[in-house]
C-alpha cells in the first residue's frame, strides 16, 4: 500500500474569538490618548518626586510613552484614521485627572503603573491574541515593539515605587490609593473603553484635598543640600574647576527637565505633535543631567557631593507656559552655544576628548531644542493670546532671565550688547 507523503493538515489552535477592525480601531484611538496624557502626568509629577533616580527613570518612561501614542497614530493613519482624537469623548482625560490627584509621589505612581499602565499592557497582549494575525498583521508588530518597553516599566515599578512608601501609614496609603486608581479606570471604562462606564466619576477616598499639581517648587531627596545658586563659578584660570562645574551643571539640567515637565503637563489645548517634542526634549534634558551626573563620576565626584539649587525651576513657574518655554528655547538654549564651543575647543585643545565629546553631543541636541522653540513659541502665543510680536516676548524673556536666573553664565550672556562709546 503506497504511503501518503502529503503533510497533515496543520492543528490550528481553538479558533478564539477575533475582534473586528472596528473594535481594533476603537482601542487603538484609547491607546494613543492614554498614552500621551501619561507622558504629560508623569511630566507634570517630576518636579514632586523626592528621589534623584526616579525622576530620571519617569524623563526616560515619558518619551517612551510619547513614542507609543506615535506608534498607534501612525497605524491608526494607515487604518484610514487621520484624526484619532475626533471622537474620543472625555473618559482619557478624565482617567488621568483621577490619577493626577494623588497626593504623593509614591500614589501617584502606583496608580500610573500599578492600575494604568498594567491594564494597558495587558491590553496590548490582548490585542495580540484576538486580532487577525493575518489581516492586522502590522498592529501585532507594533504591540511586539512596544509591549516588551511597558513590560520593563512594570518591572521597574515594582521594585522603585513601593521603596518609596517608606512607613506603615504610607504602605497604607499606597495601597488605598491603587485600588481607587483602579476603580476610576474602571469607571471611565476601562484602557478599552470597553467597561460599562459608572454613571458618575468616582471620586478620592476621604482625606484627599486639592491636587499638588503643577508644583511650585521641585523637591530633592535627603543625599541633597540645596541652596540658592548651586556651585559657585571658579575664576577662568582653575581649569579642572571649570571643567567640574561645567558638568555638576550639566547634572543640574535636572531643572530643565522639571520646567519642561510642568509645560507638559499645565499647557492644554494643543496638537498632539507639541506634547511629543516636548516630551523628547524633556527626556533629552534627563540624559542631559545623566551625562553630568556620569561625567562627574569620572572626574571622582558624586551628584550629591556639591549643593544643587532649584532656584531656576522656582521662578520659572512665575511665569505662564508661553514665557516658560520661550525663556528656555530662545534665550536660555539659543545663548547657550558660545559658551559650549568655546569649551568644546578648551576640551580639545587639552587632549579632553571624552568632555569634548559630552559637549558635542549636547550642541546637537540643543540645536534640536531651538528648532523645537521656534516651531512651538509661534503657536504658544496664539494659544495664550500674546498681543505683541516675536521679538518683542523675546526681548521680554530675555530680561525676565536676567533677572532671575541664579546662573551666572545665563546672566552674562543675557545681558544687552554693551555698545561701544561713540
Ligand atoms: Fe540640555
Ligand atoms: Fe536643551
Redesign the pocket.
Known sequence: MPTDTRLPPPTLPQSRQRVDADVVIRRLQRFQALEILTARLLGGWIPGVAVWEVKHQLGAHLWQDASHSREWRTRLWELRVPNPDRGLGEQPRQIIRALGAAQADYEVLAGVYFALKTELAAAYARLAETTNPVFDAPTLAVIRRILPEKEAQLAWARQAVPALATDDAARHRLERWTAFAREALAAAGGVEGEIPAAAEPVTPPPGYGVPPLPFPAARRDARFTVNLTGMPLPPEDDVAGRVRYQFFN?AM?MQ?VETLGSVLWETEGMEWEFYYDLARHCY??ER??AMGEMRLRELGHGVADFPHSVANYAWRQLFDPLRRYCVLTYVI?ADSFRYKHQTYQQHLARGDLESAQAVLW?IM??TL?VRFGQKWVPELMQRYRYEGSLEALEAECREILRTHTVNPLQRKYAEPERKPAS
Do not use: G, L, P
Request: aromatic fraction near 8%; charge should be negative; charged fraction near 60%.
Open positions: 550639566y539640567e530643565a533629552d534634558e542631559h543631567s538654549e549636547d541636541d540643543e531644542h
